[in-house]
């Protein structure tokens, strides 16, 4: 056996490097039934940093769904959809999400990344344009990358500069893309105005709904719903508000069929497990009942508890929405920021390049129709001490960072 030594492994020198830059990163330990309150390396905290808007990832109902779906369908989807992995409750959970979204038709990708990668590539080719707003997901960046189409990134929300990429003529299809919530900023993008774009340009509209489904518009069905617009092409995530995994894309029964000819992350791989699918139907039956709008409500009140909070004690001037960025910039400033709060009871993670743009470090917060009122508030006393200490304490200069920010 050849044992391998430290010091001449090619990896440890870029290691070292996003050491120095503050950009190493490291998984957390996690415990636990993720809610309200989470366990992060031991340590309960506070729970600002998941997806699990409307608290369902631990719903007895949703559970019960996995273990029942698990029972009839068996642990595994054993093969593609193309092939032998197309069973009744992949087929039952389309239905329900065609028409919960007034469409045609719906297809199921294993998660959100792939449905962006998959359709983007599927649908584009070197001939065409693609549209993409700079601050869209990994996702779509590797969909746009895949499609080998010109792209043109426009700046965040720029509707004069989507129309300057749209007038360009000589391509073959035309396609906007852009997310409705932004992930790492929480702010909305202007549909309407985009959807108009695309009609009197000819192109089409792709927009990923991952942090609006479930959560905006009625019966969650997302942003572009809660505005009227009816994008050509919608996904959305199940493993965000719905609590469960995986993710759908939305629209006609010709888009729907071309994407299941072209998607290679649907085509070449196993079909997400049958619990998982039999969870997210679940997920969807709360997210579209009464219960659902009792959770929405709940989320929508914390948003703007949260958001008047902030301006009170920290003078940070946000939009209400379940995703708030508290920017910091630097990132070594940022992950000491974040490590202080965990200290103090509250998992906020700090957000770095490349998942935002460089010097543009933050802490996201992400509230939960679960969090109370004096959740709300112990989160922003927290993050005010951390603000006032970083401010004062030599320690909390970047270069005396360690990076483990939520080690026990
Ligand atoms: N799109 C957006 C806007 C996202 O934020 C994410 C996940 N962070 C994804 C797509 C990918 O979704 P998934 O986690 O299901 O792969």
Same mark, same amino acid.
């Given at each position: 056996?050849?044992?391998? #030594?430290?010091?001449?492994?090619?990896?440890?020198?870029?290691?070292?490097?996003?050491?120095?830059?503050?950009?190493?990163?490291?998984?957390?330990?996690?415990?636990?039934?993720?809610?309200?309150?989470?366990?992060?390396?031991?340590?309960?905290?506070?729970?600002?940093?998941?997806?699990?808007?409307?608290?369902?990832?631990?719903?007895?109902?949703?559970?019960?769904?996995?273990?029942?779906?698990?029972?009839?369908?068996?642990?595994?989807?054993?093969?593609?959809?193309?092939?032998?992995?197309?069973?009744?409750?992949?087929?039952?959970?389309?239905?329900?999400?065609?028409?919960?979204?007034?469409?045609?038709?719906?297809?199921?990708?294993?998660?959100?990344?792939?449905?962006?990668?998959?359709?983007?590539?599927?649908?584009?080719?070197?001939?065409?344009?693609?549209?993409? %707003?700079?601050?869209?997901?990994?996702?779509?960046?590797?969909? =746009?990358?895949?499609?080998?189409?010109?792209?043109?990134?426009?700046? &965040?929300?720029?509707?004069?500069?989507?129309? %300057?990429?749209?007038?360009?003529?000589?391509?073959?299809?035309?396609?906007?893309?852009?997310?409705?919530?932004?992930?790492?900023?929480?702010?909305?993008?202007?549909?309407?105005?985009?959807?108009?774009? =695309?009609?009197?340009?000819?192109?089409?509209?792709?927009?990923?709904?991952? &942090?609006?489904?479930?959560?905006?518009?009625? &019966?969650?069905?997302?942003?572009?719903?809660?505005?009227?617009?009816?994008?050509?092409?919608?996904?959305?995530?199940?493993?965000?508000?719905?609590?469960?995994?995986?993710?759908?894309?939305?629209?006609?029964?010709?888009?729907?069929?071309?994407?299941?000819?072209?998607?290679?992350?649907?085509?070449?791989?196993?079909?997400?497990?049958?619990?998982?699918?039999?969870?997210?139907?679940?997920?969807?039956?709360?997210?579209?009942?009464?219960?659902?709008?009792?959770?929405?409500? #709940?989320?929508?009140?914390?948003?703007?508890?949260?958001?008047?909070?902030?301006?009170?004690?920290?003078?940070? %001037?946000?939009?209400?929405?379940?995703?708030?960025?508290?920017?910091?910039?630097?990132?070594?400033?940022?992950?000491?920021?974040?490590?202080? =709060?965990?200290?103090?009871?509250?998992?906020?993670?700090?957000?770095?390049?490349?998942?935002?743009?460089?010097?543009?470090?933050?802490?996201?917060?992400?509230?939960?129709?679960?969090?109370? &009122?004096?959740?709300?508030?112990?989160?922003?006393?927290?993050?005010?001490?951390?603000?006032?200490?970083?401010?004062?304490?030599?320690?909390?200069?970047?270069?005396?960072?360690?990076?483990?920010?939520?080690?026990?």
């Amino acid at each position: 056996m050849v044992s391998l #030594r430290a010091d001449i492994s090619p990896w440890t020198s870029d290691i070292g490097d996003l050491k120095q830059k503050n950009l190493y990163r490291h998984m957390p330990n996690i415990s636990g039934i993720p809610g309200r309150i989470i366990n992060v390396n031991g340590r309960e905290a506070l729970n600002f940093s998941s997806n699990n808007y409307l608290g369902l990832a631990g719903h007895p109902k949703i559970i019960e769904a996995t273990v029942r779906s698990v029972r009839e369908f068996g642990a595994g989807s054993t093969a593609s959809r193309l092939i032998a992995g197309n069973t009744e409750i992949h087929r039952e959970l389309e239905r329900f999400i065609a028409e919960w979204k007034g469409v045609e038709a719906t297809v199921l990708f294993g998660s959100g990344y792939q449905a962006n990668v998959g359709v983007i590539s599927g649908l584009m080719g070197p001939d065409d344009l693609i549209v993409s %707003d700079e601050l869209n997901h990994a996702s779509i960046i590797d969909g =746009c990358r895949l499609a080998k189409s010109r792209v043109i990134v426009y700046p &965040h929300s720029d509707l004069n500069r989507v129309e %300057d990429a749209l007038r360009l003529s000589g391509f073959r299809r035309k396609l906007v893309v852009t997310e409705s919530v932004f992930s790492m900023d929480g702010d909305r993008a202007p549909l309407q105005e985009m959807d108009s774009l =695309c009609r009197k340009w000819g192109a089409s509209l792709m927009v990923d709904e991952a &942090h609006a489904s479930g959560v905006l518009g009625p &019966h969650g069905q997302g942003l572009a719903s809660e505005m009227g617009v009816i994008p050509e092409i919608q996904m959305g995530t199940l493993g965000k508000a719905a609590g469960t995994s995986g993710a759908y894309v939305a629209g006609s029964k010709s888009l729907i069929e071309l994407i299941v000819n072209r998607a290679r992350s649907l085509i070449y791989t196993t079909a997400a497990p049958p619990g998982t699918i039999g969870a997210a139907l679940e997920a969807l039956k709360i997210v579209t009942s009464p219960e659902g709008d009792e959770r929405r409500s #709940r989320l929508a009140r914390n948003n703007e508890m949260f958001n008047s909070l902030l301006y009170q004690e920290l003078s940070i %001037d946000t939009l209400p929405s379940h995703i708030v960025p508290v920017m910091i910039g630097d990132s070594g400033r940022t992950m000491s920021i974040s490590a202080a =709060c965990i200290g103090g009871g509250i998992f906020a993670h700090g957000i770095r390049f490349p998942t935002v743009p460089e010097g543009t470090a933050r802490l996201r917060f992400t509230l939960m129709s679960d969090h109370t &009122h004096t959740d709300l508030k112990k989160a922003v006393n927290i993050l005010k001490t951390a603000f006032e200490n970083s401010r004062n304490d030599p320690k909390f200069t970047a270069s005396a960072i360690d990076h483990a920010q939520v080690s026990t």
